[in-house]
């Protein structure tokens, strides 16, 4: 069958490797994709908001199935535009995507269902959040309501730091409409855990457990970035609190959403936190996280192509999930400066060292070809994943490979992983 990708980052380079290992796949596309996944795809030059395009390439093309890695054209509704066209899509329609696009929707739907989350309110104007914050315990979360490319939330240590706030994302727009509303919730503290799940409208299946590291610098320093780097399985997620979140909150989700009108089809990304109180919803994403699809997604043993089909003809019940039973780290190396600013056009090297080494993935993120040359052109430019025994040995695995790649302004985290030692 032929297979088409959707997007240009790590997590996607992660999609289209399992794919590949699919023996029912001849052929992927990814769009627009890089210059990793170019190894295995066809990169076809369309962008991932060019929804009619996209459609347009998958009905000529014949394509089989097409694969939605990104937040954007999700929310804006892509699969809705490939079904109108009889084509098949994996990932959640424009009413069910909603869930990642609104975080007031989300966390009404929590309430309303009663799924365990920070207690929040939401405001539409800048005088109401700002009176309401006159006579709140500090600190505070404030959170755009729509995609902020996962900088919308500030947590505010006082009052004056909410106020501030309040004017960053209301009145200044620095994430744009994405702050017309925002939603003002209680602090939590605790681990955090990613767990990804298969849904097919009425059954939810998750995957094994990640943690992502979303702060710039060393001991969660500095700020907020799509994530540099990533464990798996957690071992804070005890069997204890796996079966917490499978009867308080994956089954009660997909069921929430399906009483909406609203059935979720694809991956929905749970983003937990783990409280003295008890397991918390901190957000809900549509997708697959990057980079936590690339230590999840090496470590599964079903094929993806069976998986996503069984979501999308209803049949996910029938389908079980295997994990192999050891552990992945991926550590991001990404453009010194990032998430602010950086240079790009760096020249790559070392990228062969991972050729034919079992265990060892080099997922690109920003990357392009230059010449014959491959060069730095993002934020995030690659990560380097590692399979071990544990993940101590994942870990090392990780860091040891991350030498093998040199560019100019190359700049990692070097505490990836570091809460293992604390399990
Ligand atoms: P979100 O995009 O909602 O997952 O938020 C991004 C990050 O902000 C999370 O991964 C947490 O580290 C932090 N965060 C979000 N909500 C809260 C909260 N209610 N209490 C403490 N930290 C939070
Ligand atoms: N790594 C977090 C995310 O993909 O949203």
């Known amino acids: 069958m032929k297979v ?16 590949a290992k699919s023996p029912k796949v001849d052929k992927i596309y990814c769009a627009p994709g890089n210059a990793g996944i170019a190894s295995i795809a066809e990169c076809v030059d369309i962008k991932a908001m060019e929804l009619k395009k996209l459609a347009d390439f998958a009905d000529k093309e014949k394509i089989d199935l097409t694969i939605i890695g990104m937040d954007d054209p999700l929310v804006a509704g892509v699969v809705d535009v490939f079904e109108a066209k009889g084509l ?14 609104s975080k007031a929707f989300s966390k009404d739907l929590m309430k309303k269902y009663n799924i365990p989350t920070a207690a929040y309110e939401v405001f539409d104007s800048p005088e109401a959040a700002r009176e309401y914050l006159k006579d709140c315990n500090y600190p505070i979360v404030l959170k755009a309501d729509g995609l ?21 994302l209301m009145e200044d727009k620095q994430f744009g409409d994405a702050g017309n509303t925002i939603v003002i919730e209680e602090f939590l503290t605790g681990r955090e855990v990613s767990v990804l ?3 097919d409208g009425n059954t ?43 009867t308080k909150v994956f089954q009660p989700t997909i069921d ?37 699809a690339q230590v999840v997604l090496p470590r599964m043993k079903t094929d993806i192509i069976d998986v996503m089909e069984a979501c999308i003809d209803g049949k996910l019940d029938e389908t079980e999930l295997e994990f192999e039973d050891n552990a992945a780290v991926c550590v991001i190396l990404a453009s010194d400066g990032y998430p602010e600013s950086y240079e790009k056009g760096k020249v790559i090297t070392g990228l062969d060292a991972f050729d034919g080494k079992e265990g060892f993935y080099v997922y690109h993120s920003g ?21 071990g025994a544990d993940l101590k040995e994942a870990r090392a695995n990780a860091y040891k490979a991350t030498e093998w790649i040199s560019f100019d302004n190359k700049y990692m985290r070097h505490d990836i992983g570091k809460a293992i030692d604390e399990a």
Request: a neutral charge; aromatic letters at 8%.
């Open 197 to 199: 799940c298969y849904c």
């Open 256 to 292: 929430a959403m399906k009483n909406e009108g609203r059935p979720f089809k694809g991956i929905l990304f749970v983003g937990l936190i783990l409280t003295p109180a008890g397991p918390r919803v901190l957000e809900y994403n549509a997708r697959f996280g990057d980079p936590e």
């Open 148 to 168: 902020a490319l996962g900088k919308g939330v500030l947590i505010c240590e006082d009052k004056a730091a909410a106020m501030d706030g309040v004017k960053t």
């Open 367 to 387: 990357t392009k070809f230059d010449g014959d040359n491959i060069v730095t052109n993002g934020g995030r430019v690659l990560g380097v994943t590692a399979k």
């Open 4 to 19: 088409l990708i959707v997007g240009s980052g790590g997590r996607e380079h992660a999609i289209a490797q399992s794919v």
């Open 88 to 101: 098949r899509v994996f990932g959640p329609a424009k009413n069910a995507a909603i869930i990642e696009g």
């Open 204 to 246: 939810i299946k998750p995957m094994t457990s990640a943690q992502d590291h979303k702060r710039a610098k060393d001991n969660d320093e500095g700020l907020n970035t799509g994530g540099m780097g990533t464990f798996s399985p957690s071992p804070f997620y005890t069997k204890e609190v796996q079966e917490f979140c499978e």
